[in-house]
């Protein structure tokens, strides 16, 4: 029997100049890279009324959203990782010239069937070790439901369910808030 060969470690500079050239996102797990998928359009619809609807709220004031073309580097204790969330807001940026964002206070990953498993754990467990995350929500595809995990004052993160159209999802953490019926708006939603 032969031993399966493991892959070389990539460093990360050079990851992030494949990134520059790349046709393909590719995210960073401590020197594996690894190809993503491309989502459905319903998928993408509600990426793209995320961005738009904390970019209208947010014009004029500090913090920023973000598109899924922009990664974020996550140092955890064990190793680095880079990420493409769907969206994420940022209010101390790094500069514009640089290709990642490091320091999200509100992350948005929009799951999927296919990537579901990893969204809710390892990325989950990753975006909620960022030091300066505030918010993280993991929003369905298909329905008008949203789980959010804030970070509480005494420590770690509290789950709250958001469900409905007619939900608004406050966040004071960014002066904002997002209805789910402009998240979701244009998608086909399940009738369950």
Do not use: W
Request: charged residues 25%; negative net charge.
């Amino acid at each position: 029997m032969t031993a399966l060969k493991k892959p070389a470690c990539v460093a990360i500079c050079d990851y992030l100049a494949g990134e520059e050239l790349a046709t393909t996102k590719h995210e960073y797990l401590g020197g594996t890279i690894h190809a993503m998928a491309g989502g459905t359009n319903d998928h993408a619809a509600v990426a793209t009324n995320a961005v738009v609807a904390l970019g209208s709220r947010l014009r004029g004031k500090p913090c920023r959203p973000f598109g899924s073309d922009t990664k974020v580097r996550i140092e955890l204790p064990e190793h680095t990782r880079f990420y493409y969330p769907d969206a994420q807001v940022v209010c101390s940026r790094n500069p514009g010239n640089v290709h990642f964002q490091e320091n999200p206070v509100l992350v948005i990953e929009v799951l999927s069937e296919s990537t579901r498993r990893t969204d809710l754990g390892e990325k989950r467990s990753a975006y909620l070790a960022i030091p300066s995350l505030k918010v993280l929500l993991l929003v369905e595809p298909d329905c008008p439901r949203v789980t959010a995990y804030r970070r509480q004052p005494q420590g770690g993160f509290a789950a709250e369910e958001h469900e409905g159209l007619q939900s608004v999802i406050a966040l004071p953490e960014i002066e904002a808030d997002l209805p789910l019926a402009e998240l979701y708006e244009g998608v086909a939603l399940d009738s369950h």
